[in-house]
């Protein structure tokens, strides 16, 4: 009889068990749908908020992935706080002990208002299109959970939120002042230096020369955008004279453009990444991760904590690519092919309004070929379904080095980029992705 | 340009560089109009203005698009020197407008209507003494339930009917992503004394304004669409071969893909190469096209920078974020033979990226270019505007203003002159071209006005602006002449004989008949 009783109770604590599992298996679920309903937005607010440039974006989606992440953190499922990893974010809120939680329900409550602060700046369509996500995520999320449970989950999500956003307020990046251009930029005059490529009135200052200053997220912090932690060669000395190695580099990308084939067209376009017409370059690279996700089936966890890194290493490639950029201050090909080479010259992109040196689709595209090489491995073979502008059809790829190694020579075809620059900035970028890639996440 | 001012000289003697500002007095407080472009999301774009005599006493009643609140039409009562209007009961009291262009569709010489709407379309058939019917049955068209936003019209070569294009927004069902779902854009050929069911215009990309246009001077209008890039994906400015099955201008005949948020297209000839150019409103900077390689190719060129047309940020007020361009006319408001630019300015709703105190603009033409006028000319204005209209309000032959905004009461301005004594600005002309038969209003046509050596062209459309346009007297300002010779190249192509007129006067253009004077 005892032994009895005690099958009975094994058994019923192992339907508890599996019922147990069974409910955190449909949560992880619930919580899914929240992950990605808000990716998806966010993606579209990237697009279609001035703000977001592509630097502004990258922060946007690296506190989007660390929000994601610590909402998480404390379900027990051995994942590690990044407070204390990350600079300058040395604690978060803790939970209430005794009181139950649901995992949708807080990530639901801190996405919802992380997207809100971060996106803030966004026009009518997408205040209207947040309102109506966060009324169908709140309903969706707290579906079959009790309402105390829904009320201090939602709580402790938007907490964290809060927490998070305070955190960034004082990172340099969060505010930004007439789209990210200065009212007014004074060229020195120096023979090679950046000048203005367009004929928009709004861009005869470049975009964001101070977002090098900013406090990274997972790179050690700079000094004076001088001291990168990953070092970076100097561009080629500035020169006029035929036959110079800058003259050279110049003649380089006049050809290419001169003959571009359909491919190098195809590519150029495919990886163009203009800010206001797509998810920009950091956005890019968070898509092809949420694809990739969806692909291997990853779990709730592992897709946070893949977010988290991937978010954090494009923050980081940017900062570090703006302190580069603005340090050197490189001429675009552009300026310099019309003044010596060809003055009916045009590339076949339009030139972003900045610095040339490093390229900044380089030096990212490698730092998220770092984070994703290190969670799916160096032989990926993956077809990129990001939607591209002008229909461009998806591209495929051997690895996420193959893929970005192209998007890196894409602005060579594009016009708008010097070789070495290329080179370089990908170099950087895979040195600054490890930061990300090297924090810890698992107990 | 150069070769252009240098012509001018001719014209505005003594040449002036800096062009002479006119004065504007408000007179809106006085004017009897009291009406606002009400309501939220759905009713963010459009909000336009209407201009077109239905009184037969030769000066513009306005109509407003009321977005949620009714549409109302104002009879106008003016009298030199003051703006007077009264409200007109007329059968125009639809709710959810958001624009409508004047245009006579069944040429009985009693001006209709064209009503866009977020719902229903309607053509309005003038009865005379501002009193309309809907005519959507009678004529066979189909108004649909889309957010319609554009409009143009034009006659196709032959045709006794217009061909219409009316061009639509978002998908307004579509709340948390309504990116990409752009709808439809519809052709309205002639089926006999009606419309043929709508043509889908194919790809459509969200469009603000379109214009019939001829733009290089072929003898059949292509069409231009302005489209918001705020909402279409893989989207583009667009120009269409007007052709039994219209097609899209590619890359192979110069049209190359320009992306912006496309509000608002103005026309006029504004190099002095006798072809249109085209001003486009958007957020931050404004284009201003120009032909890039001569009418053999569709391409062109954005000259706006370097003539100072950007527009791009508040020049007045403090507000130094970048504005929000809707719509632009340009016109010649100081009479010095160079056309001005208008364009009305307001933020989309309260968007932290773009100035909420966006004055609008009055860019006056000149020896370098334009120049920035607005606040010297007191129509600064700081409402959320949407439409407008440059348009003689009160017969004196001088060109108002109007602006029609968002949220707020429109408003009126007169131009009094040099001073607000009423010193004269330039001379200049009004000119109505009148067709017999069919197009009685000689849409597609074009008035050419010679002083010395120097020809003023300008294209006689319907279309563009935003949510609203205007028919009626043609304006060309003449400076320092006081005759002008005169012609018009009727859209069939036949050319009018130059015939002699006075300044400061109007004039009625009877086709194969000398003009005769108001």
Known sequence: MQRRSFLTGSVALAVLSLTATARAATRDEAAAKVLSSWYRLALELVRHTATMTPPVASRALALLGVGAYEALVPDGRGLVTLAGQLNGLTTLPDRAPGQGYDTAVVLNGALETLVAALFSNTGPTGQRAMAAMTAKMAEQAAEGVAADVVAASRSVGAGLGAALLDWAATDGGAVIANQGFPMSWAPKGTPGEWVPTSKIALQQAPLLPDWGRNRPFAMPALTDMVALPCGIADPTPYSEDPGSAFHTEALEVYDTAKALTQDQTHIARFWSDDAMLTWTPPGHWVAILLQVAEERGLDLTARVEALARMGIGQADAFIACWAAKYRFNTVRPITYIQKVIDKAWTPLLNTPPFPEYPSGHSVQSAAGARVLTALFGPDYAFADQSPTPDGVPPRSFASFQAAADEAGISRLYGGIHFRPAIVEGAKLGACVGGFAVNLRTRA | ?518
Not at chain 2, 234 to 253: K, V
Not at chain 2, 371 to 393: C, K
């Open chain 2, 1 to 518: 340009m150069k070769a252009h001012l240098i012509l001018t000289l001719t014209l505005a003697a003594p040449a002036l560089a800096e062009p002479q500002v006119p004065v504007f007095q408000d007179q809106t407080a006085t004017s009897g109009i009291a009406h606002a472009y009400t309501g939220d999301w759905e009713f963010m774009v459009g909000g336009g203005v209407a201009a077109f005599d239905c009184s037969g006493d030769g000066l513009p009643e306005l109509f407003f698009a009321g977005g949620t609140s009714p549409a109302a039409l104002y009879r106008n009562q003016s009298t030199p020197g003051k703006l007077a209007f009264a409200p007109q009961v007329s059968g125009l009291e639809a709710d959810r407008v958001t624009g409508a262009w004047p245009l006579d569709v069944d040429s009985d010489g009693v001006m209709d209507l064209v009503v866009l709407r977020s719902g229903e379309d309607l053509v309005m058939r003038g009865l005379g003494e501002c009193q309309f019917q809907r005519a959507n049955e009678a004529w066979g068209f189909d108004g649909g339930d889309l957010w319609s936003t554009a409009f143009a019209a034009t006659w196709e070569p032959g045709a006794t009917w217009p061909t219409l294009a009316v061009g639509s927004y978002i998908d307004r069902k579509e709340e948390a992503f309504p990116w990409g779902s752009c709808t439809e854009n519809r052709l309205y050929r002639p089926k006999g004394q009606g419309f043929a069911a709508p043509l889908a215009l194919k790809p459509a990309f969200c469009a603000l304004s379109m214009l019939f246009t001829d733009w290089n001077l072929s003898g059949r209008p292509s069409l231009r669409v302005s489209n918001d890039r705020e909402y279409y994906k893989g989207g583009t400015e667009q120009l269409w071969h007007l052709e039994a099955e219209p097609r899209l201008y590619g890359p192979d005949e110069g049209w190359k893909p320009l992306k912006i948020w496309g509000m608002g297209i103005a026309s006029a000839d504004v190099n002095g190469d006798l072809y249109p150019d085209y001003y486009l409103t958007s957020m931050a900077d404004q284009k201003l096209q120009t032909l890039a390689d001569g009418p053999g190719k569709a391409q062109f060129k954005d000259v706006a920078f370097g003539l100072g047309a950007t527009a791009h940020r508040p020049y007045v007020g403090g507000d130094a974020r970048p504005s929000t361009g809707w719509h632009a006319e340009l016109q010649d408001v100081n009479d010095d033979g160079y056309v001005d630019l208008y364009v009305v300015k307001g933020n989309v709703s309260a968007m932290p990226d773009f100035a909420k105190d966006d004055p609008n603009n009055l860019l006056l033409g000149g020896d370098t270019g334009f120049t920035e006028a607005g606040d010297r000319a007191g129509v600064a204005s700081m409402r959320q505007g949407r439409g407008g209209s440059v348009v003689d309000l009160d017969g004196d032959g001088r060109l108002d203003l109007v602006a029609a905004n968002r949220n707020a009461g429109a408003e009126v301005w007169r131009n009094t002159g040099s001073d607000t004594a009423g010193a004269p600005l330039g001379h200049w002309l009004m000119l109505a071209p009148q067709a017999p038969g069919a197009n009685r209003d000689a849409v597609g046509g074009w008035i050419e006005v010679r002083v010395g050596e120097r020809v003023q062209r300008r294209e006689l459309t319907v279309g563009g602006g935003q949510g609203g346009g205007q028919i009626g007297w043609r304006h060309f300002g003449l400076g320092a002449a006081e005759a002008a010779e005169v012609r018009v190249i009727w859209p069939d192509g036949t050319q009018g004989a130059w015939q002699s007129l006075a300044a400061d006067g109007f004039y009625h253009l009877p086709k194969g008949d000398p003009a005769i004077k108001r």
